[in-house]
Every structure is written in structure tokens, then in C-alpha cells.
């Protein structure tokens, strides 16, 4: 009888503790997914604002550039509102989305953010300004200007290139993690089917000798 209840005690054993290896398993792949959800909405909501704050920093250009050229156009200082109320915001507007970009860690796009901001305040004192003054060179100064338009748009176009990079780079890692985790739970999930398998062929046969011994215990008794 100590034979038997030693063989019975082997297979339970080894049946915990393989589950003692697997259920961690488990429990890692579910924090691992958790945390990459969670991480793929907060990258969502950083593109998401990224994307705001670039289209803030245009529509800022725009009001500046038709309400310069309203006013030269018309010498009417209703179109003057909407180029200073802009031009109050834009410095504001950049260094909100430089600060979102740090968030997402794009790095590359200071060479182009610098060249806007620069851009902008040549074309503020050296364009706008002087038309705003009076200037007698108006034509001369508004192709100026669209040469500095055309650059700010520029700068602000390579920065978007970039960001959807980012962002695909980041769609790309989220799969390759979605897949090394769902590898990770099925083979979690068959090692549990062939941990119950093994068992249960193990307690058949460990049942099968059992029986056998009754009825041979039953033979000697007789």
C-alpha cells in the first residue's frame, strides 16, 4: 500500500508543480497586455494632440498672413485683429507643441521647429511690420514674404512627415507585441491542456492498477 499512494502522490506533484511554472506565465502575458493597451491609447492620445496643436500653429500662420494682407490691401484695422491676436498665440502655440513632441520622444523634428519659429519672426519684422507701417516697397515685401509663408509650411510639413513615421513606428511595435504575447498565451494554454492530459492518463492508470490489486486482495482473501 505505500507503493500505491507513493505513485499516487508522483503524478499529482508533478501536476503542481508545472502549474506553479505556467499560472506566472499567465499572470505576466495579462500585465503585459494590460500595459500595452494602456500604452497604445496614451500614444493615441499624444498623436492626437500632436495633431491639434500643428493645425492650432497653422491656422495661427494664416491669420497672420490674411490679416497682414487685408490691411494692405484695404488700410482697414478690422483685418489687423485677427494678425495680432494670432501673433500673440503663435510663440504659445509652438512651445505647446514642442513639449508634445518631447512627449513622444521625436527628437529630429528641432532642426525644422527651430527653423519655423525663426522663420516666422523674420517674416513678422521684416514683412509684416513694415507693410503695416506703410511701407512704399508693399509688393516687393509680400513676395518676400511668400517665400518666408512658403518655407514656414515647409518646415511644418517635414515635422507631419515625421510624425507619421512615428506613428507608424509605433502601430508596427504594438503588433510585434500583440503577437509575442498572444505566443506567449497559447503556448501557456497548451501547456495546460497537456499538463490536464498527462494527469488524467496518469489517475487512469493509476485507477486501473488500483482495481486490479483490489481484485487480486479479493483472489487471496478467497
Do not use: C
Amino acid at each position: 500500500m505505500k507503493t500505491i499512494t507513493r505513485k499516487k502522490i508522483q503524478p499529482l506533484t508533478t501536476t503542481i508543480l508545472l502549474l506553479l511554472l505556467v499560472i506566472p506565465v499567465l499572470f505576466i502575458g495579462e500585465f503585459a497586455l494590460r500595459d500595452l493597451v494602456t500604452r497604445s491609447f496614451q500614444d493615441a492620445r499624444n498623436m492626437r494632440v500632436v495633431d491639434n496643436q500643428g493645425v492650432l500653429i497653422i491656422r495661427d500662420q494664416l491669420d497672420e498672413e490674411t490679416g497682414m494682407r487685408g490691411y494692405a490691401a484695404t488700410h482697414q484695422k478690422i483685418f489687423l485683429e485677427p494678425y495680432r491676436a494670432a501673433r500673440s498665440r503663435m510663440a504659445v502655440d509652438i512651445d505647446q507643441f514642442v513639449t508634445e513632441l518631447k512627449i513622444l520622444k521625436l527628437m529630429r523634428v528641432s532642426s525644422a521647429i527651430s527653423d519655423a519659429r525663426s522663420v516666422n519672426y523674420t517674416w513678422l519684422h521684416t514683412v509684416a511690420e513694415p507693410i503695416i507701417a506703410g511701407s512704399t516697397d508693399s509688393e516687393v515685401l509680400q513676395l518676400r514674404g511668400k517665400e518666408l509663408v512658403d518655407r514656414f509650411r515647409h518646415d511644418i510639413r517635414q515635422i507631419y512627415v515625421l510624425i507619421h513615421e512615428k506613428e507608424q513606428a509605433i502601430d508596427e511595435e504594438a503588433k510585434s507585441s500583440i503577437d509575442r504575447i498572444s505566443l506567449l498565451l497559447f503556448s501557456s494554454v497548451v501547456a495546460i491542456v497537456l499538463i490536464a492530459l498527462v494527469f488524467s492518463g496518469r489517475q487512469d492508470r493509476l485507477f486501473r492498477r488500483l482495481e486490479g490489486e483490489k481484485r487480486s486482495s479479493a483472489d487471496l482473501r478467497v
